[in-house]
């Protein structure tokens, strides 16, 4: 703590600095939050190491989850992808494996992720345009054909259809002689960051949730090394939010999934250690890891003091990161490279399990093989070259960074409480509570950038008057007619009676509240499709109509 | 502008997007600035738009699109309109269109199109200056 003489010192240092003039931008994060000029142990009073930091390792795991973290294995390279056809994405996901990848993960097309067919209406220039599209296990074949999934984990990016998508998965598995229990990999299936910020949806949010709750549930028992939910903060952040709404509203969501998941009667050590994490890497450096490390030390405290947890693992707080799509710009967007090496470097530094990087041309179209190349050379780069994966939680100790991690902590208790006194989660939901909230995040940043109080390289600075365009991918129009005919095939060689009989199982399963997932794996391998599904579940379920949207 | 009333302007979500991150900023800031918006929420159809656009007796329809399905839902809206009688109602595009797509949808009668990074200043003064076409 500070001296007498420290005292002096500060004081002429005080003094030195308010002669500087004031910057025309206030030094703030990119979420508002202000920074102080200086932090010094005055900004950490009470400080105690034990209690706030730890060893890596150990509770409550602000600097990491593993004690020798990236020297003893580094992150995960898992880039997004998917495109076109299940026959197109499976050619890129053998490219990036090719590429030295390390993991898979699918990105669906908006049909997919919104429960419909590709020959439905409402498809009607979605197939296959911003991910793949997924009719049935025929295209989840197609899809991860000569691809070893017994060995890779597979990422799949899929909320209000989850349950359908990973009876495809794995049925095909199964099939292809994997046993399930071997099976590594997550599904996103967190239905409730759907209803604050990313919107694909398709039942009300209590069967929304109830859902998601089988298939963590199922996976628990039969799938046990597959992270059956990815609780996500990063959409919330894409639409708007600040650093501690993602990091409070996320946490919330994974509180609210662990009291679903003890009133079906399971125990919390045997599903916690299995629930992951999905945070936005954002520009903000020191905001980002100050978010990560708070978002460790609160979930480890409320496993252990709240729920009761006595697995270490239900303790951990592990993540997958992805640097911020809405941080790239249309202008100059070779800029984006070095946007997003900041950004990763703050999700290294906020030591993360995995992460995707995204590539330069992102907000123009889907990525082209050479930005996706480059992409990931940049955290192959980070990895090998810059050396910070040589010590743990490298800046750990920092004034700043422990003092905005205690801040972070803060305003997440601030939020929990303000869920609480709604009535709870779903009650906040139904009063559009996180929507509010975020939508007015996303005003006010919009006003300092309109204002020039932040700048933007390329945007409301910097600008270039003659820009080259970037050559960029464009997917063919005959994709949808091409799928659409597959799916026709499909119908034609099915069994009609199979398809009513294993669809009214379904009905049946669901209106006798009973876990989906048996009778999903039965309906799916007699080829029935996500819509088919969707519809026969939303028989019982309702759905979700746009007015709460 | 003097005891003229407000501009009546559509803003849409069409097809399946969901990214309302940038709709919702501009109606804000649209109400803000005096203007009478009606945003109908996600996921409306070409046939729902063109209906609420002639119900509202609306000057304007932005239509938000970040999804890539522009060429498709587009020109769809812009013929519908015109088989609606509402030739009259301007239609501006915002979110994210290629360059090579914007001379396009000029050609199919969008008077302008706001990409990522408009100030939302700039949408202000560009309706403030074009005014009502339906009441001028």
């Not at chain 1, 205690?406 to 997440?412: G, I, S, V």
């Not at chain 1, 139904?430 to 204002?451: K, N, P």
């Not at chain 1, 379904?506 to 048996?518: L, S, Y």
């Amino acid at each position: 703590m500070a001296t007498a003489m420290d005292r002096k010192l500060w004081a002429q240092w005080q003094q030195e600095i308010e002669k500087t003039p004031p910057s025309p931008r206030p030094a703030t994060t990119v979420s508002g939050m202000p920074i102080e000029p200086l932090y010094t142990p005055d900004n950490l009073e009470g400080f105690e190491y034990e209690t706030e930091l730890g060893y890596p390792g150990q509770f409550p795991y602000t600097r990491g989850i593993h004690a020798s973290m990236y020297r003893g294995r580094l992150w995960t390279m898992r880039q997004f992808a998917g495109f076109g056809t299940a026959r197109q994405t499976n050619e890129r996901f053998r490219f990036l494996v090719e590429k030295g990848q390390t993991g898979l993960s699918t990105a669906f097309d908006l049909p997919t992720l919104m429960g419909l067919d590709s020959d439905d209406p409402r498809s009607l220039g979605e197939v296959g345009r911003l991910g793949v599209a997924v009719d049935t296990i025929d295209d989840m074949r197609q899809l991860f054909s000569e691809i070893d999934i017994g060995k890779l984990s597979v990422s799949m990016t899929i909320n209000a259809p989850a349950v359908v998508v990973m009876a495809f998965y794995l049925a095909n598995a199964q099939d292809r002689g994997f046993e399930w229990r071997h099976l590594r990999g997550t599904i996103q299936n967190d239905t409730l960051k759907e209803f604050h910020a990313q919107n694909e949806i398709y039942f009300p949010p209590e069967p929304s949730v109830r859902l998601a709750i089988d298939l963590i549930e199922f996976c628990t028992h039969h799938v046990p090394q597959w992270n059956p939910v990815s609780v996500s903060g990063y959409h919330i952040r894409e639409a708007g939010s600040t650093a501690a709404q993602e990091l409070a509203f996320t946490l919330a969501d994974g509180f609210h999934y662990i009291d679903q998941c003890l009133a079906r009667g399971l125990k919390v050590d045997d599903f916690a250690p299995r629930l992951s994490f999905f945070f936005n890497a954002h520009n903000d450096l020191f905001e980002e890891v100050a978010k990560y490390r708070a978002a460790r030390a609160v979930w480890a405290d409320r496993l252990r003091n709240h729920y009761g947890a006595r697995n270490e693992a239900s303790w951990k707080l592990r993540f997958h990161a992805q640097t911020a799509g809405c941080s790239l710009q249309d202008k100059q967007p070779e800029v984006n490279l070095i946007r997003v090496a900041y950004q990763s470097l703050a999700a290294v530094l906020g030591g993360c399990q995995s992460l995707h990087t995204n590539s330069m041309d992102e907000t123009l179209a889907l990525p082209s093989e050479h930005a996706v190349t480059l992409a990931l050379r940049t955290q192959q780069v980070l990895a090998h070259e810059t050396g910070v994966a040589n010590t743990v939680d490298p800046l750990g100790g920092s004034y700043f960074v422990e003092s905005l991690t205690r801040q972070m902590q803060q305003e997440a208790h601030r939020y929990f409480d303000a869920i609480e006194q709604l009535g709870g989660m779903l009650a906040a939901i139904d009063r559009g509570f996180f929507r509010r909230e975020i939508a007015e995040a996303a005003f006010a940043y919009q006003r300092e950038v309109d204002a020039k109080h932040k700048l933007i390289v390329g945007v409301n600075a910097y600008q270039e008057p003659d820009e080259k365009p970037l050559e960029i991918l464009t997917i063919d129009h005959a994709v949808e007619s091409e799928q659409i005919e597959s799916l026709k095939r499909v119908k034609n060689q099915r069994s009609n009676d199979e398809v009513r009989r294993t669809l009214d199982a379904v009905r049946r399963a669901a209106a006798a509240h009973e876990n989906v997932m048996p009778t999903l794996l039965e309906t799916v391998r007699a080829r029935t499709t996500v819509g088919e599904v969707m519809h026969a579940l939303a028989d019982v379920y309702g759905r979700c109509d746009s007015a709460v949207v | 502008m003097d005891n003229q009333p407000p501009l009546r302007i559509v803003l849409a979500k069409v097809g399946l997007d969901g990214h309302d991150r940038g709709v919702k900023v501009v109606t804000r800031a649209l109400r803000d600035a005096g203007f009478h918006v009606i945003y109908p929420g996600l996921w409306q159809s070409p046939e729902s738009v063109v209906r609420t656009v002639a119900d509202e007796d609306a000057d304007w329809l932005g239509i938000s699109l970040l999804s890539g399905t522009h060429m498709t839902l587009v020109p769809r809206i812009m013929q519908m309109l015109q088989a609606a009688g509402l030739r009259h109602v301007g239609v501006l595009v915002g979110g994210i269109i290629p360059e090579a797509d914007v001379p396009k949808l000029l050609a199919v009668g969008v008077a302008r199109i706001f990409g990522p990074g408009t100030p939302l200043g700039e949408i202000i003064e560009f309706l403030r200056a074009q005014g009502s076409r339906t009441h001028a």
